[in-house]
């Protein structure tokens, strides 16, 4: 059984702090790593992938990819009240459908 | 713009009624997926589609069927209604047949009760 792990949260960082997010997976057959946003109420939406080890940059986020630990991050700068949602963890294996995480909480307060 | 339509955002079922939920995507894509949503358990898999009259099981079938027809449209039936399947349901659609690497597209979600 393949398993992607988050820390449920609340995840709480004041505006304009750094929030790190994490979450491990347990095959180390993954090939694929993606962060989606939900809005309370709302379905997700990706806002980050990743493939290869090391960093990718887009905005604000950063993804982080480590295969030998088995881990990945998601990391927002200058953190906003508009970025408190729950963020899934989603990994790929192969040809089979993403596994999500059960998704983090991250509330910025103001 | 792409979209993925649900054709209800709230349900109100009875146990032991049949219920079917539809899902629509106007892009073309292959792949199509069933997904339940409950807190503390986060996004579970019901089935998954990646191609016309193709289906596949994913994590947690039992109780649901699926029929895909129609390349656009991927429904998901409940046989008989129980208060366990209760949940947030939501369909997301993807571009390239059998490819699961790349972004998926959510519907905003049928929150069905069933009492």
């Known amino acids: 059984q393949k398993e992607v792990e988050q820390n449920s949260g609340p995840l709480s960082v004041p505006e304009g702090a750094i929030a790190s997010l994490n979450c491990t997976y347990s095959?180390?057959?993954?090939?694929?790593f993606f962060w989606y946003r939900q809005y309370s109420g709302k379905s997700p939406e990706l806002i980050m992938s990743?493939?290869?080890?090391g960093d990718k940059e887009d905005g604000r986020f950063t993804a982080q990819l480590n295969k030998a630990s088995q881990y990945v991050s998601l990391l927002i700068r200058d953190s906003q009240p508009s970025d408190s949602a729950t963020y899934l963890c989603a990994v790929n294996v192969g040809n089979t459908p993403l596994v999500f995480g059960k998704g983090t909480r991250l509330s910025v307060i103001a | 713009d792409v979209k993925v339509t649900q054709s209800s955002r709230y349900l109100v079922k009875r146990t032991g009624e049949k219920v079917f939920l539809e899902c629509v995507q106007d892009?073309?894509?292959?792949?199509m997926f069933w997904y339940r949503q409950d807190p503390g358990l986060g996004l579970r898999l019901i089935y998954f589609?990646?191609?016309?009259?193709?289906?596949e099981k994913g994590d947690i079938p039992e109780g649901y069927s699926v029929s895909r027809e129609k390349k656009e449209r991927f429904s998901l039936i409940l046989e008989s209604a129980s208060t366990n399947q209760t949940s947030m349901y939501l369909c997301?659609?993807?571009?390239?047949?059998?490819?699961?690497?790349?972004?998926?597209?959510f519907g905003s979600g049928t929150q069905l009760s069933v009492l």
């Open positions: 997301a659609s993807s571009l390239i047949a059998g490819a699961t690497n790349e972004k998926l597209f």
């Open positions: 095959d180390r057959g993954s090939q694929s």
């Open positions: 990743i493939y290869s080890n």
């Open positions: 589609s990646y191609d016309v009259k193709m289906k």
């Open positions: 892009m073309d894509h292959e792949n």
